[in-house]
């Protein structure tokens, strides 16, 4: 989860102006510029194409998750600051586990093979 926006963004976030902040994520945005960076932001909530928001001037900067960063970078946009690692993770029903245990085996090991995991 990071904040990006245009190089000049930059600027704003070290002298802690008041910037609009797009997000789809707006509960991890305003903790994130309240309680760790002491800044007061608008946060405006968007769903769809977030990294629109700087392009239409609706914001100053994005907070939304980065993998590659090949869109940020399509729309001109970097990422300026890292708000929180993420990770992703797969919960199975113990129950569920002891009833469907090939079913639940076979879904966990297509996954895997998928992303590379053996």
């Known amino acids: 989860m990071c904040v990006c926006g245009s190089p000049a963004a ?4 070290q002298h ?12 991890i945005a305003k903790d994130y510029f309240y309680n760790k960076k002491h800044q007061t932001v608008d946060i405006i909530k968007l769903n769809g194409s977030v990294e ?4 239409v ?7 939304d998750i ?7 970078r399509e729309n001109g946009l970097e990422v300026l600051e ?15 586990m002891q009833m469907e245990t090939e079913r ?3 879904l966990v090991n297509k996954l895997r093979a998928e992303i590379g995991i053996v």
């Open 66 to 72: 980065v993998e590659t960063g090949s869109t940020l």
């Open 52 to 55: 629109l928001g700087p392009l």
């Open 10 to 13: 930059k600027e704003l976030l």
């Open 57 to 63: 001037e609706l914001s100053d900067v994005i907070v």
């Open 16 to 27: 802690h102006e008041r910037i609009r902040v797009a997000s789809k994520y707006p509960n």
């Open 82 to 96: 890292e708000v929180c690692p993420l990770s992703a993770r797969m919960i199975v029903n113990p129950v569920s």
């Open 104 to 106: 639940i085996k076979e």
